[in-house]
Each structure stands twice: as C-alpha cells, then as structure tokens.
C-alpha cells in the first residue's frame, strides 16, 4: 500500500503532527488497513529525507494538531512533496503496483500437485471469503454516509471479495471438469461438485 503517497495527501490539508497524521488515516481508512506509530513515524522520517516534507515549529492553536503534546513536531509538504504527490493523484495505479496475490499463486501451485484436494481448499477458502462478506457488509450498513472515505474504501472490499468468490467457483469449475476427464468414474463428489457434475454432464 502506498502509505508515503497517502500521508502526503493528509499534508495537502495543512501541516500535522505524526500523531494527527495516524489518526486521520485510522478515520478514513484504518478500519481495513491498519497503520501503527512506527510506520507513520518511519514513513515521514524517510519522506523528509527525501525532501518531500519538513518540519515547522509546532502551534497551540491550529487545528490539526489537537490532543496532541505542546512539544510535538508539525510536517508540512514541501515544493518538491507537492510535485509529487502530483504526480502520484495523476497516474493510474498498474496491477504490478497492487503486488503478489498470495490465493492466486496458492491454487495456481496447487493444481499442479498430484493427490492435493483441491476441491477442499477451495471450500475453505470459499467459507473464509463468505464470513468475511458479511462482517464487511455489516460493518457497511453501520458506516454513516457523511464518512464517505469508509464506506468507499468498504465498497471495494465487498467487490473484490465478491469477485473472488466468482472466481472461486470458477476454478472449482474448471478442476472438476479436469478430473472428469482423467476419471470419469472414480472422481469423488461434494455436495456442491455433484451438482455441478450434473451441470457439465
């Protein structure tokens, strides 16, 4: 995830504390990727390394920076920090940027490995995907719609979660009909499997 792009765009509103900067990120989209201190820390120690931030001497009476200690350093975006965060608002994210799919490369491994249920896997992970459908939509209903960066960010979790669940039956799918082939007969059936034997045959 790119938590340095996104702690430059909390910038954008004004100059913050590290620890304004966490909890803005907690109220938008910290219910499903959840940042810790360090990282916020070591993020913008990095970002003023690279010049793309600064800090400026704290203040008692902005608004960004409440409940936090009198002493705290305040970050600001620099020239060089807006330019790229710029840049960052102006291109497209690419699948490369969104990294490994680990449940992907899973059964793509697995099918190729003799006597693994695949069949099995798939029902776990379908199960899993289900329970995590429903907390996320229910979690959804109870979003406010004035916190529109939450339910956004929900939104695309129900998506891809649906999506994956599709898929899901699709490579259950494609397995069953792989086994037909080779086995005819001796394949064994699951609830779901038999029917969907039923379908293909």
Do not use: G, I, N, S
């Given at each position: 995830m790119a938590i340095r792009e996104a702690l430059l765009a909390l910038l954008e509103r004004g100059p913050a504390s590290a620890y304004q900067l966490k909890k803005d990120f907690d109220r938008t989209i910290g219910l499903t990727w959840p940042l810790n201190m360090g990282q916020v820390s070591t993020t913008l120690q990095r970002l003023n390394r690279d010049g793309l931030i600064e800090e400026t001497a704290p203040t008692t009476s902005g608004s960004n920076d409440v409940g936090t200690a009198a002493a705290a350093p305040l970050w600001r975006l620099t020239n060089s920090g807006a330019q790229e965060l710029d840049r960052w608002w102006r291109s497209p994210i690419t699948p490369e940027q969104r990294g490994r799919d680990e449940l992907v490369m899973k059964l793509a491994v697995a099918v190729e490995i003799p006597g693994l249920d695949v069949s099995e896997l798939i029902q776990h992970q379908r199960h899993a995907l289900q329970q995590l459908l429903h907390d996320i939509t229910r979690l959804r209903?109870?979003?406010?719609?004035?916190?529109?960066?939450?339910?956004?960010?929900?939104d695309h979790h129900i998506f891809i979660t649906e999506a994956e669940l599709r898929w899901l039956d699709t490579v259950d799918e494609t397995q069953l009909r792989a086994q037909l082939a080779q086995h005819p007969v001796s394949v064994p059936l699951t609830a779901s499997s038999a029917a969907l034997t039923a379908t293909i045959q």
């Open positions: 209903r109870q979003t406010p719609p004035t916190e529109l960066a939450t339910r956004l960010v929900l």
